[in-house]
C-alpha cells in the first residue's frame, strides 16, 4: 500500500482497491472511502494511515462488494469509536454479507465455490443511515453521487472537487484483461458513464486504476464496450438461443476460458442484466420451447 497526496485534505492509499482517505480536522481524523477486502487489509490501511499521522474515525463504502467494505470488520473490531455510514438499502448487505453469494447464486444457497473472501466479507455494523445526498461531518460537506449500474445504489464519494467513483468504470488495462465489465443494471451502468464523461471534477480515483485528472476517455471507452456486447448479444440472438448459449457464446467472443465459479457466475450476472435491459427495450423477447427458456431478437 502507498500513500498519495491529492490536495492538503484529500488522499488515497494505493492498492487492489484503492482507499479514499479525507482529512476531516486539525486531529489528522480522517474519512475513509472503502477498506479493502479482509481483515488484513484493514489492519494495513490503519498502519498505513498511522505512518502518516492519521487515525481512521469514520467509514463509508463506494459499494456493497466483498473487495470494498472487507476491510470494515477488522477497523470497527479494534477502534469500536469507529462509525461506519451507508444509506438504509446499504445496511443488509454490510451486516449479511453472505447476501452476496446469495445474490449471485439466484437467491439459493450458494455453492462452496461462492462463499470465499473475494464474495463474502465479514460482517460489520452500520452506526449511520444516511438520508441525504450530503453528509456533514465534522463540519465537512461530503457529497454522494449517484453511480448506479455496476451495483445498485453504488454512490461516487466527491470532496475538494476530487470523486471516488468506486467501480462505475475500469481501467484500460482491466477493460482489456476481462473485456466484459460486471454490471447489474446496464441502463444505469450506461447513464453514469455518459456523467461521468461529461463532469468535470479536478480529479477522478476509480478504485481500480490511477489518479486521473480527466475521466472522459475511460468513460467513453467503457461504454463503448457495454454498446459492443449488446449488438454481439443481438446478432447472436438472430437465431434463438438459450441463456447458457449465449453466455458460452459472448465468453468465447471474447476470447475468455472461465475455469472458476466466481468469474462464471460475475459474467452470467452480467449477461443476464443485458438481457433484462434489451427486453426492456424490446430489442429481445424470450419464449419456451420444451420447458426450455430461449431468447430470440426482435427485428
Known sequence: MQFHEITNKVFYISDNTNIGVIKLNDNNDVLIVDSGSDDSKGRRIVKTLKDNGFQVKYIINTHMHADHIGGNHYIQKHFPEVRIFAFRSEISMLENPIYMPYFLYSGAYPIKDLRNKFLLAKSSKVTDIIDETTINIENNLIKLIPLDGHTEFQKGISFDDVLFCGDALISEELLEKHKIPVNVNIKNAKNTLLFLSESNYSYYIPSHGKLLENISD??????????????????YLIKEHSTEDLITYILHSYGLEIDNATLYYLYNTTIMAFLSYLKDEKKVELFFNNNKLLWKAII
Open 218 to 235: 475511460l468513460a467513453n471507452a467503457n461504454l463503448s464496450r457495454i454498446i459492443e456486447i449488446e449488438n454481439k448479444i443481438i446478432d
